[in-house]
């Protein structure tokens, strides 16, 4: 579970961050409709990251 919760604190991580880079990317270049379809992806992204992180911490240690 610990696994688990690791990867879906980096799987979180990654959401966010592409989601705003291509977000206001996006919107940089006139493209509001795609921006606004991959700012959506952030709170996705803090979802998985706060249950990532929950996993982990709530989870036994390996060494038992």
């Not at 879906?8 to 409709?33: P, R």
């Not at 996705?44 to 240690?61: H, I, K």
């Amino acid at each position: 579970m610990k696994l688990a919760g690791r990867l879906a604190v980096y799987l979180g991580i990654i959401l966010i961050v592409v989601g705003m880079i291509a977000g206001f990317g996006a919107m940089i270049v006139d493209q509001d409709s795609a921006g606004i379809q991959w700012l959506g992806v952030v709170p996705v992204g803090f979802v998985v990251l706060l249950a990532g992180t929950v996993m982990s911490q709530l989870s036994r240690p390996d060494d038992e």
